[in-house]
């Protein structure tokens, strides 16, 4: 069956250090991927979009990888601030113009 | 900046009541959407539109319809509410096709008693 997990339902980093969140996927072949920021009682907000061909892409303290083989994104907030407490969701489309798919999010807390 | 308004931040229904959630974008987008959100199930589609008059089934469409009148408009339509469609409803839009990066509104927090 297809799958879309995010690995960890919460996550405590402290303060500086960076924190690694994990999207895998099975059974998709999707173009490119998708990482969204929410906050408690919000819609999600986009991030970051890393297409099948880009290895790498950054935005300020963001930086997301995209590994087709190994069926798998990795969000990295470096720096981390308590600010960035949020949940983190990624998200696929399963075909080239099918809606998005979102895992069920990472619950993120930056502990000053 | 896309806007994305809910008509209502928190509504509270009796089970087989009719509801009506509003979905209003102001940047011309082609696609409209509804999820709904609920703890350790994460997002789950509803319904979608990428045109107006069009509509399309998502992954849970059961118990719901949709109307696209006009294009900046999608609401949602509960027919006879229940106990177990008390949810997170989140809209959202997108120019292009329908899997670009979406813009989100505030949500409703619906409760069905």
């Known amino acids: ?112 | 900046d896309v806007k994305v308004t809910q008509s209502s931040r928190y509504l509270v229904k009796r089970t087989g009541e009719k509801v009506f959630l509003e979905c209003v974008q102001d940047m011309d987008h082609e696609n409209m959407f509804w999820y709904r959100q609920d703890p350790g199930l994460g997002l789950r589609l509803i319904y979608f539109s990428y045109d107006v008059k069009m509509k399309e089934k998502g992954d849970i469409p059961e118990g719901y319809s949709v109307s696209r009148e006009k294009k900046e408009r999608f609401s949602l339509i509960l027919e006879s509410a229940s106990t177990n469609q008390t949810s997170m409803y989140l809209c959202a839009s997108s120019p292009g096709w329908p899997g670009e990066k979406l813009f989100f509104g505030s949500g409703t927090q619906l409760s069905v008693l």
Not at chain 1, 77 to 95: H, M, R
């Open chain 1, 1 to 112: 069956s297809q799958k879309i997990e995010q690995n960890s339902e919460a996550l405590n980093i402290q303060e500086g250090k960076t924190a690694t969140l994990t999207c895998n996927y099975t059974n998709y072949s999707p173009a490119y991927l998708q990482w969204y920021r929410q906050d408690p009682g919000r819609g999600p907000v986009f991030l970051l979009l890393i297409r099948e061909n880009e290895k790498e892409k950054r935005k300020e303290r963001l930086k997301v990888t995209f590994d087709t083989t190994l069926k798998q994104s990795l969000f990295h907030i470096t720096a981390s601030q308590p600010a960035d407490s949020a949940t983190y969701l990624c998200a696929l489309a399963p075909a080239g113009n099918t809606p998005l798919v979102f895992g069920k999010g990472t619950r993120l807390s930056v502990i000053a």
